[in-house]
């Protein structure tokens, strides 16, 4: 059984159907990489699936439990995590008060907390800052932080490296491949060379469809592919 499923899932959002007959198996473990132009319905996609856009017809399931129809309250309940492509965080508030307001109860585990330290070293320096007076590589960390504070089975991840420095990219796929040994992660990317480096397997929607999908292994041996799907070019 996989993970995540979507099954002829369709997202309208006013007059305009945004995704067409979506069906998708996203595995447990690892990261698996949603690819595609701008606009082909990456975002909607994640967005259904926490409930923030409901799909209508089609299904999501969650370890085999139907979130269609639920709240996103209830759908993060059970264990799913959502980084937004505008981070989601509270700029008037510190880091601390941000990463508290992702508890369930108002307080974190400390190891959970030395956890995030390590792989984010900045959000201890600002610890007592509010967010607003982070760069925006470290926004994005808060970000990722506020995902995992508590144990999550999947986190959805919008676009992570969008405007970020190299060395703040590097340090964020390091970050990730930690977090992927025990959380799937199902990440949207426009980054290919961060999506591959980190993808076991993919997909990629075009037009508010999926046009292929399979292992990043293979599609990044197939170059053809790259350039009809993404456009890239050799």
Known sequence: MSLLSLTSMQTNIGQYAVLHDV????????????????????????????????????????????????????????????????????????????????????????????????????????????????????????????????PRELILIDEPTKGLAPSIIDAMAEAFREISANTTILLVEQNFEFARSLGRQMAVIDDGRIAHAGSMEDFVANKDLQENLLSLSA
């Open 23 to 150: 069906s998708l198996e996203v595995p447990e473990g690892g990261v698996f990489v949603l690819l595609g132009r701008n606009g082909a319905g990456k975002t909607t996609t994640l967005r259904s699936i926490m409930g923030l856009w409901k799909p209508s017809p089609g299904s999501v399931a969650f370890r085999g439990t139907d979130l269609t129809g639920l709240h996103t309250a209830d759908i993060a309940r059970l264990g799913i995590a959502f980084v937004p492509e505008d981070m989601g965080i509270f700029g008037g508030l510190t880091v601390e008060e941000n990463l508290v307001l992702a508890t369930a109860n108002g307080t974190f585990d400390r190891d959970a907390l030395a956890r995030i330290w390590r792989l984010f070293p900045a959000l201890e320096t600002f610890w007592t800052k509010p967010a607003w007076a982070l760069s925006g590589g470290q926004k994005q960390m808060l970000s990722v932080a506020r995902a995992i504070i508590e």
